[in-house]
Each structure stands twice: as structure tokens, then as C-alpha cells.
């Protein structure tokens, strides 16, 4: 299990030998080192050293988590999950037409995701004609977009800007049409203009973008245990001291939050004063509807489903995904 501490004077220490977490009013409640996983800490968490280095001798890493999920530090022991070949590999990788390769692949597979999204919505029924009919007007985009990266083919052995920036295109062309159809699939009084980031405008995407956040720390997370870098990524690879690789490889991930903030909203499971909206700062998340979001999360990354032929929770095929990567770059030999 993965410990959330996501509440100011939240305590964190040890206690007959299994981590002890208080909130600041209310019990406490004993883990057992076996059960758990992976820390989270946001601001104003109380802890001591005691359970950090524990943490750190288990194996167990500690996020420390901003106001909206997204990681910005973490606590470990500086011993990569595997051997340095791995990450020397990485980064030839990034700059060959190979990685691109591997890019256009989970692009693909990223719009494959957001079509069988839409058609799960349609199926349930709940819905109207507004929605149905820009689903059915977006699926031709988005069959287009699919088959420019599956036929895309590389002109010389390095990374190319140009088709790096094609990617983008197609991707972002399939993204806008894509969230034009979940707003229509909201109840209305939650539909929404354009996807908006920091700030968001917006509850749903204020929704979003924290359960982005948490689903970036387990990407982060899973990168870390195999081996790789999270820094040195291949679409994304401009970008400086920012975790690129997360940035790439979480594409394909993107509509399990999306499916979550959606059904959230659907089935008015948050409480009234969820979100708070201020001139600048725009629409946040609220406390109170942070424990229902982040319990919805974790539940559904603990749901087993069948990807790649085998049946595992959700959480265990991102770590899945990012050992395949691991091994792909061992073995890698640059393209000539």
C-alpha cells in the first residue's frame, strides 16, 4: 500500500517497530513495514528521522508531494535500481531515431486509450446527443492522428526536432478533439471550455491535474526502482531539470485519472466545498475533497486488469512497463 500524508500537523514516526501515522486530530493508526510501499508528504507534515531511515533501509521511498500531487524531491538511498549501463544507454536513446520510435508507439497507444474511453461513456448511457454526436465526429481525428504515428518512419539514425514536433502536433490534435468530448460527457454545470493547467479554471481540471500529479509520482517511482532516469527522456528531452522520461512514459497512463475524474463528478461523490476559486489563483482542490479523490485513486490503482497479456493491478503494470524499458536499454545498441 502507498501511505498519503496530505493534511498540515499530519504525523509520521515508528511505534513498536511499523510506522505510525496521526492526523493532527483524531487516532492514530500502526503499518506494518511489509505493507507498505511508497510514502507521500506534502507541506506541514510532521516526522522524524527514525521513520525516514527506516524508510530508506526497507527500500521504501518517501515523495515529497506539492499542493497539487505533482512530485518535487524525494527521500532515498542514492542506490539506482539497477546497473549503470542502463542509464549511460538512456541516454544514447534519447537522441536516436529508436527512442522516437518508442515514442511514437505510446502516442499511439495514448489516443487508442482515449477513444476506448469515450466509447465505454457512450455505452453507459450516460449521456446525451451532444456528446455522441462530437464522439462520433472526433473518432475519424483520432484514427488519423493513430496512423500517422504507426506509419511515421525515421529519415536518419539521430532524433529529429522536425519529428519530434510532428508528434506533438498529432498528439495535440487528437488531445483537443478528445477533451472537447469529456466535456460534453460531464454533467453540465462541470463542462468546460480547454484543458487548463497552473491555474486551472475550472473543478474538473483542477480534479485532474491532482490526480496527474499523484499518477506522475508513480511513474517517477516505478523509473527510480527499474533503473532509469527520470530526467533523460526522449520527447521531452529540452526540457531542463524537469523528469522527461515521467513526462513521456506517463502518456499512456493519462486516461485512468481521466476516467476517475469523470465518474467523480458523475456521481457527485464530492463534497460542496471541494474546490475553492480565487481571482489568481484560479480553482483548487480543497482538503475536503482530497481524501475522496486520493482514496478513489489508490483503489483504482490497486484494480487488477488484464494489459500485455497478464492479469495485475494497475500499479504493478507501471512498474511492469518501466522494467521492459530497462531491459530494452541494456542490451541497446544505437542505430548507425
Same mark, same amino acid.
Given at each position: 500500500?502507498?501511505?498519503?500524508?496530505?493534511?498540515?500537523?499530519?504525523?509520521?514516526?515508528?511505534?513498536?517497530?511499523?510506522?505510525?501515522?496521526?492526523?493532527?486530530?483524531?487516532? %492514530?493508526?500502526?503499518?506494518? !513495514? +511489509?505493507?507498505?510501499? /511508497?510514502? #507521500?508528504? *506534502?507541506?506541514?507534515?510532521? $516526522?522524524?528521522?527514525?521513520?525516514?531511515?527506516?524508510?530508506?533501509?526497507?527500500?521504501?521511498?518517501?515523495?515529497?508531494?506539492?499542493?497539487?500531487?505533482?512530485?518535487?524531491?524525494?527521500?532515498?538511498?542514492?542506490?539506482? %535500481?539497477?546497473?549503470?549501463? !542502463? +542509464?549511460?544507454?538512456? /541516454?544514447? #536513446?534519447? *537522441?536516436?531515431?529508436?527512442? $522516437?520510435?518508442?515514442?511514437?508507439?505510446?502516442?499511439?497507444?495514448?489516443?487508442?486509450?482515449?477513444?476506448?474511453?469515450?466509447?465505454?461513456?457512450?455505452?453507459?448511457?450516460?449521456?446525451?446527443?451532444?456528446?455522441?454526436?462530437?464522439?462520433?465526429?472526433? !473518432?475519424?481525428?483520432?484514427?488519423?492522428?493513430?496512423?500517422?504515428?504507426?506509419?511515421?518512419?525515421?529519415?536518419?539514425?539521430?532524433?529529429?526536432?522536425?519529428?519530434?514536433?510532428?508528434?506533438?502536433?498529432?498528439?495535440?490534435?487528437?488531445?483537443?478533439?478528445?477533451?472537447?468530448?469529456?466535456?460534453?460527457?460531464?454533467?453540465?454545470?462541470?463542462?468546460?471550455?480547454?484543458?487548463?493547467?497552473?491555474?486551472?479554471?475550472?473543478?474538473?481540471?483542477?480534479?485532474?491535474?491532482?490526480?496527474?500529479?499523484?499518477?506522475?509520482?508513480?511513474?517517477?517511482?516505478?523509473?527510480?526502482?527499474?533503473?532509469?532516469?527520470?530526467?533523460?527522456?526522449?520527447?521531452?528531452?529540452?526540457?531542463?531539470?524537469?523528469?522527461?522520461?515521467?513526462?513521456?512514459?506517463?502518456?499512456?497512463?493519462?486516461?485512468?485519472?481521466?476516467?476517475?475524474?469523470?465518474?467523480?463528478?458523475?456521481?457527485?461523490?464530492?463534497?460542496?466545498?471541494?474546490?475553492?476559486?480565487?481571482?489568481?489563483?484560479?480553482?483548487?482542490?480543497?482538503?475536503?475533497?482530497?481524501?475522496?479523490?486520493?482514496?478513489?485513486?489508490?483503489?483504482?490503482?490497486?484494480?487488477?486488469?488484464?494489459?500485455?497479456?497478464?492479469?495485475?493491478?494497475?500499479?504493478?503494470?507501471?512498474?511492469?512497463?518501466?522494467?521492459?524499458?530497462?531491459?530494452?536499454?541494456?542490451?541497446?545498441?544505437?542505430?548507425?
Amino acid at each position: 500500500m502507498q501511505l498519503f500524508l496530505d493534511s498540515y500537523g499530519a504525523f509520521l514516526g515508528l511505534r513498536d517497530g511499523q510506522f505510525w501515522v496521526k492526523p493532527r486530530q483524531g487516532e %492514530g493508526r500502526a503499518f506494518a !513495514i +511489509r505493507e507498505v510501499n /511508497a510514502i #507521500f508528504l *506534502t507541506k506541514g507534515v510532521r $516526522l522524524t528521522t527514525d521513520a525516514l531511515i527506516l524508510a530508506i533501509r526497507e527500500n521504501i521511498p518517501v515523495l515529497l508531494i506539492d499542493a497539487i500531487g505533482h512530485p518535487i524531491g524525494q527521500v532515498w538511498s542514492g542506490q539506482f %535500481g539497477s546497473i549503470a549501463t !542502463i +542509464r549511460k544507454n538512456q /541516454a544514447l #536513446f534519447s *537522441t536516436d531515431s529508436q527512442g $522516437l520510435r518508442w515514442i511514437s508507439r505510446l502516442l499511439q497507444q495514448k489516443i487508442d486509450n482515449q477513444q476506448q474511453l469515450l466509447q465505454t461513456f457512450l455505452r453507459s448511457g450516460e449521456h446525451d446527443a451532444p456528446f455522441a454526436t462530437e464522439v462520433e465526429r472526433s !473518432i475519424p481525428i483520432f484514427r488519423k492522428m493513430s496512423d500517422n504515428l504507426r506509419d511515421w518512419q525515421p529519415l536518419s539514425a539521430r532524433r529529429s526536432d522536425d519529428d519530434a514536433a510532428s508528434f506533438r502536433g498529432w498528439e495535440g490534435t487528437a488531445t483537443r478533439h478528445y477533451f472537447r468530448c469529456l466535456s460534453l460527457a460531464l454533467p453540465e454545470k462541470y463542462r468546460f471550455a480547454a484543458r487548463s493547467k497552473r491555474p486551472a479554471y475550472d473543478p474538473f481540471n483542477a480534479l485532474l491535474n491532482y490526480l496527474y500529479g499523484m499518477l506522475y509520482a508513480f511513474v517517477e517511482l516505478a523509473q527510480m526502482k527499474a533503473g532509469l532516469d527520470p530526467y533523460t527522456g526522449v520527447l521531452h528531452a529540452d526540457e531542463y531539470n524537469r523528469p522527461t522520461l515521467v513526462f513521456d512514459q506517463i502518456e499512456i497512463y493519462r486516461h485512468w485519472p481521466e476516467r476517475i475524474a469523470v465518474q467523480l463528478l458523475r456521481d457527485d461523490r464530492l463534497p460542496a466545498d471541494a474546490f475553492r476559486e480565487t481571482e489568481k489563483e484560479g480553482v483548487w482542490l480543497e482538503k475536503s475533497g482530497k481524501g475522496v479523490v486520493i482514496d478513489s485513486f489508490l483503489a483504482y490503482l490497486d484494480e487488477k486488469i488484464e494489459y500485455r497479456e497478464q492479469v495485475r493491478r494497475r500499479a504493478t503494470h507501471i512498474d511492469l512497463d518501466a522494467l521492459r524499458l530497462a531491459s530494452r536499454l541494456k542490451s541497446f545498441e544505437p542505430s548507425k
